[in-house]
């Protein structure tokens, strides 16, 4: 059971309850750590308060592979990329979520070895920015990215990374 708003026609909350989203048609999710309240218009980023509602999951889409490693020549689409040892990369994706950092563990598929990298989310789209220190195949997927997490929180095709 989680704390759950009531909404009208105007965004307004006009009663809080507790139960899930499914058993309470036309209620939204409202964080146990949430200071709104009846009356007050419900905003997502003030009502999950950084958190994801239970349940919920999050389709991440790379939209974007670029910087001075992406090697030219290659078939870089299809999630698949050929990158440079030890240059720069560059990958994007729409993430809705408040603003935040956090890491990104990219695996070497030979030595299972975990590379984490700094990705950073500003209104909404996550940027990763990193270099692969040692040649090999790497691959970033749901596993991984959900690894260290509570519970899954994100889906994702895997990506995969031919560093040369």
């Known amino acids: ?38 009356g007050d218009v419900y905003n997502q980023d003030l009502a999950w308060l950084g958190e994801l509602p239970p349940g919920v999951v999050i389709n991440l889409v790379v939209s974007n592979v670029g910087g001075p490693a992406l090697q030219d ?37 030979d030595t299972g070895r975990i590379q984490p990298m700094m990705a950073t989310v500003e209104n909404g789209i996550a940027t990763i920015k990193g270099q692969f220190k040692s040649s090999g195949i790497w691959v970033l997927n749901s596993g991984l990215l ?16 031919t560093v040369l």
């Open 146 to 161: 959900n690894m260290d997490l509570d519970r899954p929180k994100f889906k994702m095709s895997e990506l995969k990374f």
């Open 1 to 38: 059971m989680h704390r759950l708003a009531l909404i009208d026609e105007n965004n307004l909350i006009t009663n809080i309850v507790k139960g899930t989203t499914d058993t309470v048609l036309g209620s939204k999710y409202l964080s146990d750590k949430s200071n709104l309240k009846v």
């Open 73 to 109: 020549g290659f078939n870089n689409d299809d999630n698949e990329y050929t990158l440079i040892e030890g240059l720069d990369f560059t990958a994007t994706a729409n993430l809705p979520i408040p603003d935040r950092k956090f890491k990104v563990p990219f695996k070497r598929t």
